[in-house]
Nanobody, 121 residues
Framework: VQLVESGGGSVQAGGSLRLSCTASGYTFSVDCMGWFRQAPGKEREGVARITTGGGSTWYADSVKGRFTISRDNAKNTVHLQMNNLKPDDTALYYC????????????????WGQGTQVTVS
């Protein structure tokens, strides 16, 4: 399975960005999908995740109310709508996916993308 992210960029505080991640390859093994981020000098942080049918979602406390995760299974794509961005949101954002359920630990995810940079000034 390959995950390819898009949609990163630079915005001013209060602005919005929409990240997308498309899975290809053996997508039958992709159930849970999500995003994590890592900023220089900071620990990896799980941001959001969503179950196969989209019925359940989880968010880090730091992004609740500002970020929304969604998915389009027909296109094997997951999106992360990020509103009211803050400088603390600056990081490299990675897509992640795995078969089965949606655990909180990023290392439990079999597949990671290459990352897309989000910079908020």
């Amino acid at each position: 399975v390959q995950l390819v992210e898009s949609g990163g960029g630079s915005v001013q505080a209060g602005g919005s960005l929409r990240l997308s991640c498309t899975a290809s390859g053996y997508t039958f093994s992709v159930d849970c999908m999500g995003w994590f981020r890592q900023a220089p000098g900071k620990e990896r942080e799980g941001v959001a995740r969503i179950t196969t049918g989209g019925g359940s979602t989880w968010y880090a406390d730091s992004v609740k109310g500002r970020f929304t995760i969604s998915r389009d299974n027909a296109k094997n794509t997951v999106h992360l709508q990020m509103n009211n961005l803050k400088p603390d949101d600056t990081a490299l954002y990675y897509c992640m996916a795995r078969p089965g359920d949606c655990p909180g630990k990023v290392l439990a995810y079999n597949y990671w993308g290459q990352g897309t940079q989000v910079t908020v000034s």
